[in-house]
């Protein structure tokens, strides 16, 4: 059975970084399309970047993008997703996805249905 495993939230003031992880168990494949999403109180789930481990591509949503980065590391099963310059706004419960038969990550966007999720991670920032 796969297994997500986010941690890496917790509270930081404005303008501070956290590291999101993300790691998979229960499964071997290096092939995957990995998703972190976010969602705020009172607001729907929107998905913030992505990648794609066969050709290394990857979307940033333009809310974050410049201050977010994702990378993966293989060998622990684990993507991360290092926030820099965090905003108030940025505030939410993260949760990684994971799908092990499509490509659900574009240049130009996050798309489709993912097979896996993991349970969330609350991260707060302070004003």
């Known amino acids: 059975e796969v297994q997500l495993q986010a941690s890496g939230g917790g509270l930081v003031q404005a303008g501070g970084s956290l590291r999101l992880s993300c790691a998979a168990s229960?499964?071997?494949?290096?092939?995957?399309?990995l998703g972190w999403f976010r969602q705020a109180p009172g607001k729907e789930r929107e998905g913030i970047s992505c990648?794609?481990?066969?050709?290394?591509?990857?979307y940033y949503k333009d809310s974050v993008k410049g201050r977010f980065a994702i990378s993966s590391d293989n060998a622990k099963n684990t993507v991360y997703l290092q926030m820099n310059s965090l905003k108030p706004e940025d505030t939410a419960v993260y949760y990684c996805?994971?799908?092990?038969?499509?490509?659900?990550?574009?240049?130009?966007?996050?798309?489709?249905?993912?097979?896996?999720w993991g349970q969330g991670t609350q991260v707060t920032v302070s004003s």
């Open positions: 996805a994971a799908d092990y038969e499509n490509y659900y990550c574009s240049s130009t966007g996050i798309y489709g249905v993912y097979d896996y």
């Open positions: 229960g499964i071997t494949k290096d092939d995957y399309t």
């Open positions: 990648m794609n481990s066969r050709d290394g591509t990857t």
